[in-house]
Nanobody, 115 residues
Framework: VQLVESGGGLVRAGGSLRLSCAAS????????MGWYRQAPGKQREVVAG????????NYADSVKGRFTISRDNAKNTMYLQMNSLKPDATAVYYC?????????WGQGTKVTVSS
């Protein structure tokens, strides 16, 4: 399984970005997928998760109402729409896929939000 994130970049506070995570195999086979982030000097934290069919999503309290996770199994891709970005969202964002009991990770995409 290979996961490749894209869509990161530099944006001003209040702006938006959409991250994508393309999987080498069928995303429908994954039990769940999610987005994590790691800010400089901090531990990796979960941002959002989504179940196999996309019927259930969950979010960290800090992003609720501003971020939206989705997946398109036909395109083997997961997305994270990030709106009303704040400087504290600056981090490397990682895609995660859960297959059985094993987690797979992408290489990360950097998001920088300027004030």
């Amino acid at each position: 399984v290979q996961l490749v994130e894209s869509g990161g970049g530099l944006v001003r506070a209040g702006g938006s970005l959409r991250l994508s995570c393309a999987a080498s195999g069928s995303t429908y086979s994954f039990n769940a997928m999610g987005w994590y982030r790691q800010a400089p000097g901090k531990q990796r934290e979960v941002v959002a998760g989504i179940t196999n069919g996309g019927e259930t999503t969950n979010y960290a309290d800090s992003v609720k109402g501003r971020f939206t996770i989705s997946r398109d199994n036909a395109k083997n891709t997961m997305y994270l729409q990030m709106n009303s970005l704040k400087p504290d969202a600056t981090a490397v964002y990682y895609c995660m896929a859960l297959l059985a009991t094993r987690r797979y990770w992408g290489q990360g995409t950097k998001v920088t939000v300027s004030s």
